[in-house]
């Protein structure tokens, strides 16, 4: 009897941990990827980027060129559109409209955080960036999280100047210099 409970209360717990019909979103979609051209303003690409679904979030790996050397703020805005002036890409991707800005905002909580922030990208002497980023905010099809292949789909966004994870709505991170529409 009391591995029959056990065996039982195992059962409940795998269940409770997966989606409403008992399926685990994650688990179900892992390897599911997409991609981005990332472009210039005079609309060269200049860089690609790569979204896969992994079992706890998204694994985002970039490579640019023709960047200043240096940090560069990089988020995941709510708009599949880059043009015109990367403008149409809208803001950062955001689960209600009380979101705050920055991985180090101490007003940022569980309930309020912008989903589309990422770390700072950092450009080599010669304008080159290869980075990895993981992000367990947005999924890239589906979930509870805001998916990057949703209806309006979403860009990958590059900005001049670095991120400072406080200041609203952006880091302070200034003009767009590279747009990617998620595909």
Do not use: W
């Amino acid at each position: 009897m009391k591995s029959f409970a056990i065996a039982v209360l195992f059962c409940l717990l795998i269940t409770a941990c997966g989606g409403e019909d008992g399926s685990d979103y994650e688990a179900d979609h892992v390897g599911t990827a997409a991609s981005a051209s990332i472009l210039d303003p005079d609309g060269n690409v200049v860089g690609t980027a790569e979204f896969e679904q992994g079992p706890t979030g998204v694994l985002i790996t970039v490579a640019m060129s023709g960047l200043t050397p240096g940090a560069h703020g990089i988020h995941l805005h709510e708009v599949g559109a880059c043009t015109p002036d990367f403008k149409a890409a809208g803001g950062h991707i955001t689960a209600t409209d009380e979101a705050q800005h920055g991985l180090k905002n101490p007003q940022r909580t569980v309930d309020n955080h912008d989903n589309g922030d990422l770390p700072n990208l950092y450009a080599a002497a010669d304008g080159i960036a290869h980075a990895e980023f993981f992000t367990s905010l947005v999924t890239v099809s589906g979930g509870s999280m805001p998916s990057l292949l949703d209806a309006d789909g979403s860009t990958l966004v590059i900005h001049e100047n670095p991120d400072d994870h406080i200041t609203q709505p952006i880091g302070g991170a200034g003009g767009r210099v590279g747009c990617g529409i998620i595909q």
